[in-house]
């Protein structure tokens, strides 16, 4: 019987502490270099080596500031503050490898989809079809007021906003320039035949885009879609939309319960189970031995910020925990912030609520998601069990120390991971698409709600339609003077 391959995505972000506070600290950290060029092109390098499938890159668009009403202990740890923009060093890595793919986080809460759909087209053509689109409505009410909201949009009407901004995104990439409409003939002079390219016309609640799309079609069309969000809401969005689905699970039985019920909710939309690819947040601490893991996991710890891991559970729960006395439970709250986080929480950690002092002493490193040390049969073990036991596909492995957390993956457990049959050895060749979902094109499934504009208005009103012949047509510009 084959085994299930590990779909291997490294978890970061274009800021100094992504998922562990302090640790930007250590001597062998460079997460402070996250504003140089070479950080991003030799960690994609690095990646490459290790046949990882994806950096998926997070993003915020706002601070946190929610604990002691202040921002103050999320800027001074930097944690996801300062946060540079995401899209702005995938071309660059894209340059120095071959293969991997990138995965890039946009909030549709904030971006026009006519403005985005453009962004992320070039970033594919760029590429050569090696992005994806990691689809997130937004939960820092900070980020609202500072777009000029008066507050964040209920995180219900988020995932309704979002339904409609997809439904734009797909007409422009798959509907708005039919195939063929790209000529690149020089001998004729056409380009682009006006006649194949559609205005779409969509004119709904939330958004109005009466134009066509600016860019000629990218290898993929639309990107892999991306979604992380674990809500009702957010599990009812990805069995639509998902191509790969980002969730947080504390344990392998948790794990089994949530994959099951997304895969559950993928078929009942009309797509087949195994058309999401699911991934867990996981922090690997490894080195050749258990024990030297270990050691190097105290290590690490020494260097940690409690402060700075309640400035961003602070941001991620809505609750300011400094209100609270470190050994009183914490409980769950009904706001716009992750709700899934919250419920891990307040639903019972190894049979108890969590604490202030369990968040500080549990989560400093991992942020939101647990910590696995070990050495490789340790590690491999544990991967192996949450992908035949826990139903996902891989994981988004954060970093403790970047980019030694990554190095050690790739030189302890990916050696380890190839002697089981567990991990790739080389590409598949093709676009993004082809490598993770194993689609026999660069397209969406015909199942996917993408298809669904394919051609969608070919034989209707066009560009051609608002042109006339020019009386010019067929006049030459003379020669200059010799």
């Known amino acids: 019987m084959t085994k299930k391959r590990i779909i291997l995505n490294a978890f970061d972000m274009t800021c100094v502490s992504h998922q562990a506070a302090g640790t930007w600290r250590h001597p062998e950290s460079q997460a402070s270099r996250y504003n140089d060029i070479e950080y991003w092109t030799n960690m994609a390098i690095e990646l490459e080596r290790g046949h990882f499938d994806t950096l998926f890159i997070a993003d915020v668009v706002g601070v946190y500031d929610v604990y002691r009403n202040s921002a103050g202990a999320a800027l001074k740890d930097a944690d996801q503050v300062p946060v540079n923009d995401p899209f702005g060093a995938i071309s660059a890595m894209a340059a120095v490898t071959n293969h991997v793919g990138f995965g890039v986080t946009a909030a549709v809460t904030f971006e026009q989809p006519y403005v985005l759909a453009r962004r992320l087209s070039t970033l594919d053509h760029l590429t050569k079809g090696r992005v994806a689109w990691n689809v997130v409505s937004s939960y820092l009410n900070s980020a609202a007021l500072n777009i000029g909201m008066e507050k964040q949009i209920g995180h219900d009407e988020r995932y309704d906003m979002a339904e409609e901004y997809m439904q734009v995104m797909y007409k422009l990439w798959e509907g708005s320039w039919e195939e063929g409409a790209v000529h690149r003939d020089k001998e004729s002079g056409v380009f682009t035949d006006p006649a194949k390219v559609h205005p779409i016309r969509h004119d709904g609640k939330y958004y109005k885009v009466p134009g066509f799309h600016l860019c000629e079609p990218s290898p993929q069309r639309t990107p892999v879609i991306f979604q992380a969000g674990a809500s009702p809401k957010g599990q009812a969005f990805a069995s639509r939309h998902a191509e790969g689905m980002f969730i947080l699970t504390t344990s392998i039985e948790q794990s089994k319960a949530v994959t099951t019920k997304i895969r559950d909710q993928v078929e009942a939309a009309g797509r087949s189970r195994d058309s ?86 549990e989560r400093c490193i991992g942020g939101l998601g647990p910590v696995l040390v070990g050495g490789p049969q ?9 992908v035949d036991e826990g139903g996902i596909d891989g994981f988004n492995l954060a970093y403790a120390v970047t980019p030694g957390s990554t190095s050690d993956f790739i030189n302890y457990i990916v050696p380890e991971l190839v002697k089981r049959g567990r991990a790739q050895t080389e590409y598949k060749e093709g676009t993004f698409r082809e490598k993770l979902i194993g689609t026999e094109t660069p397209y969406t499934e015909d199942t996917h709600p993408a298809a669904e504009q394919r051609g969608a208005y070919a034989g209707k009103e066009s560009v051609q339609d608002k042109t006339t012949e020019s009386n010019f047509a067929e006049e030459k510009i003379p020669q200059a003077a010799q």
């Open 276 to 361: 999401v690819k699911i991934f867990t947040l996981l922090t690997v601490i490894t080195a050749a031995t258990d024990e030297a893991a270990e050691r190097k996991y105290q290590e690490y710890l020494s260097y940690a910020s409690p402060e700075g891991m309640l400035a961003l559970y602070g941001g991620w729960t809505g609750i300011d925990f400094s209100t609270y006395d470190p050994n009183q439970p914490l409980e769950a709250l009904e706001n716009d912030s992750l709700r899934t986080t919250l419920e891990s929480l307040t639903s019972g950690h190894d049979g108890k609520t969590w604490t202030v002092k369990d968040v500080i002493r």
């Open 378 to 386: 340790k590690v491999a073990d544990v991967l192996e069990e949450w």
